[in-house]
């Protein structure tokens, strides 16, 4: 099993910054595309942003690209998500996930989930 731990969350103003992180456990990390989904109150989780296993692909929801980063270091077995510019909007909570890593990085087969970490953008 692999097991992911999100931190890095909490209150900010509009325009403000945070860095999320996700600390993977149990498997080779460096085997795994990784993912941020969200969910906001009363919505469906969407996807954020993913990284392919090697760290040589990314992909972003329209809503968030140009603003998030998601990055990773295969060394430090850590994942990254770089939120600037935040808005209201983007209130909710952040999940870290991972699939085994496969071709075509996109949102879909995440089978391992952290248990998410609250970030709110104060207006």
């Known amino acids: 099993q692999l097991q992911l731990v999100e931190s890095g969350g909490g209150l900010v103003q509009a325009g403000g910054s945070l860095r999320l992180s996700c600390a993977p456990s149990?498997?080779?990390?460096?085997?795994?595309?990784m993912g941020w989904f969200r969910q906001a109150p009363g919505k469906e989780r969407e996807f954020a942003a993913a990284?392919?296993?090697?760290?040589?692909?990314?992909v972003y929801a329209d809503s968030v690209q140009g603003r998030f980063t998601i990055s990773r270091d295969n060394a430090k077995n850590q994942v990254y998500l770089e939120m600037n510019s935040l808005k209201p909007e983007d209130t909710a909570v952040y999940y870290c996930?991972?699939?085994?890593?496969?071709?075509?990085?996109?949102?879909?087969?995440?089978?391992?989930w952290g248990q998410g970490t609250q970030v709110t953008v104060s207006s």
């Open positions: 149990g498997r080779t990390f460096s085997n795994y595309d």
């Open positions: 990284i392919s296993w090697s760290g040589g692909s990314t």
């Open positions: 996930a991972a699939r085994y890593g496969r071709s075509g990085l996109d949102a879909r087969g995440y089978n391992y």
